[in-house]
């Protein structure tokens, strides 16, 4: 939960130092515990958002990237229920209260 809870430091409105901080601790823990397609869903999340990188990446580019880290994140928390969704990476929305 800390990891998506830490997203929000890269959402465009906030861009909050801490909060990109506790993501990337986050992801360290991940490699304890959180299957291989969530953590290079989270590093290839990281590449889109990353300000020395050289692509431009759009802002529907770096949400269905987010969108894809959540929904490996349901598929493995509910990877003994069977889940069977049909939701798309590119139905996870970032929002920001304003």
């Known amino acids: 939960m800390k990891l ?21 601790l986050q992801l360290n823990y991940c490699w304890m515990y959180c299957p291989d397609n969530i953590i290079l869903n ?17 802002d529907s580019d770096r949400e269905n990237a987010v969108g894809k880290l959540i929904l490996e994140i349901r598929k493995d928390l509910t990877r003994n229920k069977k889940l069977n969704t049909k939701l798309k990476p590119n139905d996870f929305k970032l929002l920001s209260a304003t």
């Open 4 to 24: 998506i809870e830490s997203l929000k430091g890269f959402y465009v409105n906030t861009n909050n130092k801490d909060s990109k901080s506790d993501f990337l």
């Open 42 to 58: 989270a590093y290839s999340f990281l590449e889109m958002v990353s300000v020395n990188e050289s692509k431009n990446y759009k």
